[in-house]
């Protein structure tokens, strides 16, 4: 009898088996989390660019119409834009614009948003 019992097969896994999995998953997970986090910090800064290029053509048209007060909180009082926008890359930061003749530049803290800076691809340097 003792003989038969060794070789049946037996079903399920083994505790070293589990935890090399878990173990798996745990270090697939950090390594999604750590893109995601990225995504979401680039998709951020995107939007802060995309609201940057708003204001600018708001300003410019403000000064088009002869009013040289640009700032976000001026070009809603004068119907420009429907509200204030908020930054989303930057805490506690806000939208600050300045126009300079014809030209308007939209700055986050001492960041330019807009005209936004062109970036130096690494890959062909």
Not at 100 to 124: L, R
């Amino acid at each position: 009898m003792r003989l038969l019992k060794s070789k049946t097969k037996r079903r399920g896994f083994t505790l070293i088996e589990m935890v090399i999995v878990i173990t798996i998953i745990g270090i697939l997970s950090s390594i999604a989390v750590t893109k995601y986090s990225k995504v979401q910090e680039n998709a951020k800064k995107n939007a802060d660019y995309a609201t940057a290029s708003n204001l600018a053509t708001a300003a410019m048209i403000s000064i088009s119409d002869g009013n040289t007060e640009v700032q976000p909180t001026n070009l809603q009082s004068n119907g420009y834009i429907q509200f204030v926008p908020v930054t989303k890359s930057v805490k506690d930061g806000s939208f600050n614009v300045t126009a300079q003749g014809d030209s308007v530049t939209v700055k986050i803290g001492s960041k330019t948003f807009y005209p936004k800076p062109e970036e130096t691809d690494s890959k062909t340097n």
